[in-house]
């Protein structure tokens, strides 16, 4: 109508849950909101029939991802991977929209650290509790380009105080990459894959890669996938990936969400 004054849309549902599969993703859960996860990975599918296809053996981290208000998350995990215990900040610069206020991209930030708290290999030496930890730093851009398919890029630098031999870098620089395309109202294909840059690793380093599925179930959210990824927090899964997908290192898995509303949510802003 003539004189109608032109809304803002914002677009929403990029990705179905805070995370693509590893890699975090542009979504924050709601303000008040908190989401509970487990993340299973079981052991390499060659293991044969042995190891009953990796089933006998598993690598698990459940985490509490939790909404302070809609731009700002943070979450704390703990993973049997090194009994290490992780945490992040993750906050929301851009959101996509069209109208009068146009934004061709959703744009967020992430802040996080991790620590080991295994028992040190060689404990007659002078340990630091400073070469437990390690940080990491992320950029995440994401478009919707149309109602079925998302896709990001996240650049990455992980820092980790105390490296295994001199070969290794401190401070690894990486770029993640990964997209969501609709199937059906309720399962999608999800994708990753994070190129770390050269000479920054030991040889037998590989690039992580997965593929799976998301399916919602009401107030669950199932993502299976298979991932030659061993640990679910960042410096695990983009400094010390070592499965060689050529060789069938590939280790199917799954993260299993479940939200709960602690608080009334706020406006959105």
Known sequence: MLGEEETTSYTIASFKTNRIINLHSIENTASGVLDFKIQHRFGYLNGGIE????????????????????????????????????????????????????????????????????????????????????????????????????????????????????????????????FRQKITKRISINAEYIYVLPDQLAPDFKNSISLGFDIETGGHVFQLHFTNSTGMFERAFIAETIGDVGKGDIRFGFNLSRVFTLSKPKPKE
């Open 51 to 178: 190891e009953f296809f990796g089933i006998d053996q598993a690598t698990m981290r459940f985490g509490f991802d939790y909404g302070v208000t809609n731009r700002l998350q943070i979450g704390v995990g703990r993973s049997n991977y090194e009994k290490t215990i992780d945490g992040y900040l993750k906050f929301k610069l851009l959101r996509q929209s069209s109208g009068q206020k146009k934004m061709p991209l959703s744009a967020s930030i992430v802040a996080g650290s991790a620590i080991k708290t295994n028992r040190w290999p060689e404990p007659d030496r002078n340990n630091l509790f400073s070469s437990r930890l390690s940080y990491h730093f992320q950029v995440l851009l994401a478009r919707k380009f149309s109602e079925g398919f998302s896709f990001q890029l996240t650049p990455t630098v992980v820092h980790r105080n105390l490296v295994a031999t001199s070969a290794e870098k401190n401070d690894v620089y990486a770029l993640g990459a990964g």
